[in-house]
T-cell receptor, first 116, second 112 residues
């Protein structure tokens, strides 16, 4: 079974630009979560989508948005990029059979975003 | 507000010895805990989990201990191997939510 894939793997943008990152979950997984990883901050939760609906949202500004398609693929968008947005963006998928079940998350390799 | 904390950014251990990685949490609603291992240029991979109804879970060389009263969990790796050198993240979740809260990670180096 193919793992979680993320594209692109590396991205360089300049301040003020916007960026879209893509995530394809493991086949059959309906939940997709996005995280930002920066040195010293660990993995900061951005949002989680389940069946095309955002179920949870972390404490990030509105410049960060996402969506999920009917095939469970997800995209994350960051508008008006700032230098501090430089980070590794990780996507994780899980089976999420029900809204309140424990689900192990499987992570993709991440997209390394550099904002100049 | 960091609800899951890993206070040791790094740890070095001799091959064959025990590695103990610690994690503290503040939210008493957390009842499911996981450990992930991350190599450079790869996403984290799931290692082991424990629910709050247990105080210990074992999987091969890896054992996780949970002390609910202290809001503390630890991961024991015995014996440690050079291939265990990676960054380890602990994560926590509450049953009523689907959000995982991660610690900042501990970089483990196992010296041959």
């Amino acid at each position: 079974k193919a793992g979680v894939t993320q594209t692109p793997r590396y991205l360089i943008k300049t301040r003020g630009q916007q960026v879209t990152l893509s995530c394809s979950p493991i086949s059959g997984h309906r939940s997709v979560s996005w995280y930002q990883q920066t040195p010293g901050q660990g993995l900061q939760f951005l949002f989680e989508y389940f069946s095309e609906t955002q179920r949870n949202k972390g404490n990030f500004p509105g410049r960060f948005s996402g969506r999920q398609f009917s095939n469970s693929r997800s995209e994350m968008n960051v508008s008006t990029l700032e230098l501090g947005d430089s980070a590794l963006y990780l996507c994780a998928s899980s089976l999420a059979a029900s809204i309140s079940s424990y689900n192990e998350q499987f992570f993709g390799p991440g997209t390394r975003l550099t904002v100049l | 507000d960091q609800q899951v904390k890993q206070n040791s950014p790094s740890l070095s251990v001799q091959e064959g010895r025990i590695s103990i990685l610690n994690c503290d949490y503040t939210n008493s609603m957390f009842d499911y805990f996981l450990w992930y291992k991350k190599y450079p240029a790869e996403g984290p991979t799931f290692l082991i989990s424990i629910s709050s109804i247990k105080d210990k879970n074992e999987d091969g060389r890896f054992t996780v201990f949970l002390n609910k009263s202290a809001k503390h969990l630890s991961l024991h790796i015995v014996p440690s191997q050079p291939g265990d050198s990676a960054v380890y993240f602990c994560a926590a979740s509450a049953y009523t939510g689907n959000q995982f809260y991660f610690g900042t990670g501990t970089s483990l180096t196992v010296i041959p």
